[in-house]
């Protein structure tokens, strides 16, 4: 399996002049996701995305991609996987229980999705509001718990210390406790890995759990979030306007700009005590 970093020479400028160094890039690789569905008598492959993604954890990447798009509802849809690595690049065919029917008309997209894209290729305005629904939990998190996220992320963010170009997404429960940590190069990536992660751990539902996303929050993490019931999505970065919107109407808990012990409460504050 590849690794998730590279190494490669550059020349490094400094103000007493140019010399030779070695630097560490993180890994950008295609990853193609198939599906086989159908009775035995009449099994159907079918191209689903092809993400830029860095390798590594590509089983939970599928199963949390295809859950949060809506293909599949749970984890035990998937009856096995196979991966097959390329010169090209990597392909991954999960093959669903026959008694499941795949749900593709909001998920097929018509060209790569490249590791700054969580939409990129929807054929229709409407496929990217996929199945989420609004959040009812009952979780109550403090000002507190939310300030230390950011530094139990960092110490843990092994491939952002190499590599200074790498997303992460993390599943903290309701005290701060950090349960799963996932990195790519691509943050819808990284959030998938994480929803993956925590279908193959049998850990749904979520709805007493915190996500924190390592760069900012576009409307395509909240969507994902709201599809695995997860009520409190916290970014070191910015929201978009969709992000906020989407977030009210799903009644989720969005936080952004958490870092130097401070953050906005953009939707959902009723959760966070002060």
Known sequence: MTKPVVHTRVKKVLNSGMLDSDDVLATEEPLEIRIISGPTHNRRQQQVSVTMRT???DEDLAAGFLFSEGVINAYDAIAHTKMVTTKE??????TLRENVT???GNSQRNFTATAACGMCGKTDISNIHTGAGVSNA???TTAETIFRLPETLRVQ???FEST??????ALFDNDGELIILQEDIGRHNAVDKVIGTAMREAMFPLDQHLLLLSGRAGFELIQKAAMAGIPVVAAVGAPSSMAVRMAEQWNI?????????RFNIYSGAHRVEI
Do not use: D, Y
């Open 55 to 57: 390798p590594g954890n």
């Open 138 to 140: 009952q979780l109550a």
């Open 253 to 261: 808990t969005l936080i952004g700009f958490l870092r130097e012990q």
């Open 102 to 104: 795949p749900q593709l």
């Open 157 to 159: 963010q092994s491939l």
């Open 89 to 94: 690049g990597s392909i991954i065919t999960v």
């Open 164 to 169: 200074g170009g790498i997303h992460a997404a």
